[in-house]
């Protein structure tokens, strides 16, 4: 891995205060001072990209929306999505996946993928990620179509859009510290003694602090997550996907994990996609749903619009739900 360039060091500025309406995350008060003071740095500039990032988008014309949400960016004073499918198909040899599947996230909006084991949920986060192509339909990203992107340009879109795999896809033979430093050495601009603080302050505030020397497998499946989530936040990504980010772990790190996603979602005005079966969490999060059922977008709409839907499919998933959740 590339040392960081000295010469280009870059001053994260100290006098640099997050704005009042554009707080950075918390940070536990036990970091040291230089630490914290680094760390918010980095949030509240990470905040402010993806601000001025969402209105780029939200002004930008040509983008459409699809069946599901008329022309964006075109002068009706609608924001334009930052991410949306477009009459998706796609297929295995095990037959239809998706068929004619549209939806759309606006930015800084969360959307929450419902849907019984084996609707395409996962598929669809790795055709956002560029690892399957759609067999036909438009997946646009910050306004461009990414369908016929070549590899080196998804690599460009994962810059923008980062995943957080269920078992965290660390890698393995490098500590928990260099995995979330790898984002942040990419960069060239930063000091090794700025990297360490940023790593540390994360770690701190996805609930895994001074794990830094460990390796992921000494790591519990919620740890790995969270450790996954502060190195998706070190690349200062525009949009995160979570798949199934509360699962297979207990009810506590369950609730910490959603309510750190939750936060980062208000805090850094991240565009967010959450695959997840637990409904309590999707209330607390979702600006709207997208519940997939036999290859269709069986609905795509806001909560209320959800809890409205007199149709009987989603009516049985939801009181499904409710019936294996814990009180
Ligand atoms: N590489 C592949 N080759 C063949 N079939 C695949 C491949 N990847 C996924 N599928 C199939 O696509 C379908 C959708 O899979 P996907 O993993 O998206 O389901 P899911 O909705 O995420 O389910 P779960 O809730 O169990 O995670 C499944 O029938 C799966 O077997
Ligand atoms: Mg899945």
């Known amino acids: 891995m590339a040392e960081p360039d000295s010469n280009q060091e870059r001053k994260l500025d100290p006098e640099k205060q997050p704005k009042q309406d554009n707080p950075a995350p918390e940070t536990p008060a036990d970091l040291d001072p230089e630490t914290r003071e680094t760390v918010q740095e980095f949030m509240a500039e990470a905040a402010e990209q993806n601000e001025a990032a969402n209105e780029a988008v939200s002004a930008g014309d040509g983008a459409d929306r699809g069946a599901t949400g008329g022309k964006a960016g075109n002068g009706d004073g609608k924001p334009g999505p930052y991410i949306s499918f477009e009459h998706i198909y796609k297929s295995f ?9 549209s939806f759309f996230i606006l930015p800084g909006e969360t959307l929450c993928i419902l849907g019984r084991s084996g609707v395409g949920k996962s598929v669809s986060l790795q055709m956002l990620m560029g690892f399957y192509k759609p067999d036909k339909g438009q997946i646009m990203v910050a306004g461009e179509d990414i369908c016929g992107y070549t590899e080196k340009q998804m690599q460009e879109v994962r810059r923008k859009v980062t995943m957080v795999f269920q078992n965290g ?9 260099e995995n979330v430093a790898f984002p942040l050495r990419e960069r060239h601009d930063l000091a090794e003694d700025q990297i360490q603080q940023v790593v540390r302050g994360l770690l701190e505030m996805v609930g895994v602090a001074g794990m830094e020397d460990l390796l992921p497998s000494d790591l519990s499946t919620g740890m790995k997550r969270s450790v996954a989530i502060a190195r998706a936040l070190a690349s200062q990504p525009e949009a995160v996907l979570y798949d199934e980010p509360t699962t297979m772990v207990d009810p506590l790190m369950g609730h910490l994990l959603g309510n750190l996603i939750a936060r980062l979602k208000t805090q850094l005005h991240l565009t967010s996609i ?7 969490f999707a209330r607390k999060l979702a600006d709207r749903v997208v519940f997939l059922h036999q290859g269709e977008a069986r609905f795509f709409g806001t909560m209320d619009e959800m809890d409205q839907s007199d149709d009987p499919v989603l009516k049985e998933f939801l009181d499904l739900d409710a019936l294996v959740l814990p009180a």
């Not at 040899?93 to 599947?101: F, H, I, R, Y």
């Open 93 to 101: 040899s095990g037959g239809d996946v998706l068929k004619d599947v």
């Open 169 to 177: 896809a660390l890698f393995d033979s490098i500590s928990v510290g």
């Open 274 to 280: 959450v695959v997840t079966h637990d409904m309590r």
